[in-house]
Nanobody, 123 residues
Framework: VQLQAFGGGLVQARGSMRLSCAASGRPNINSYAMGWFRQAPGKEREFVAGISWSSVTIYYADSVKGRFTISRDNAINTVYLQMNSLKPEDTAVYYC????????????????WGQGTLVTVSS
């Protein structure tokens, strides 16, 4: 499975940015949970948001609740992360991830990782 993330870059604080991640390489990939993690300089990787294959179950880290929205389009095997009201502390490399189970994914038992995209939020 290949996960390719798009959409990173530089944005000012209080701005918005949307990340997308396209999955390929497995016929039933749209039945997998997908999510986003991030890793800031000098810090450990952390869970940001996850979404089940049906979009029924969604989880967010407390630090992004109310500001970030995860969604997916199974027709094109793509997951999105809409990030609003960005803060400098959101600066990190954001990684797309996929796993058969949403509960596994949110606890870092991830089968597939994308290559990461850098998001920099300036103050």
């Amino acid at each position: 499975v290949q996960l390719q993330a798009f959409g990173g870059g530089l944005v000012q604080a209080r701005g918005s940015m949307r990340l997308s991640c396209a999955a390929s390489g497995r016929p039933n990939i749209n039945s997998y949970a997908m999510g986003w993690f991030r890793q800031a300089p000098g810090k450990e990787r952390e869970f940001v948001a996850g979404i089940s294959w049906s979009s029924v179950t969604i989880y967010y880290a407390d630090s992004v609740k109310g500001r970030f929205t995860i969604s997916r389009d199974n027709a094109i095997n793509t997951v999105y992360l809409q990030m609003n009201s960005l803060k400098p502390e959101d600066t990190a490399v954001y990684y797309c991830a996929s796993d058969p189970g949403i509960e596994r994914l949110r606890t870092f038992f991830v089968d597939y990782w994308g290559q990461g995209t850098l998001v920099t939020v300036s103050s």
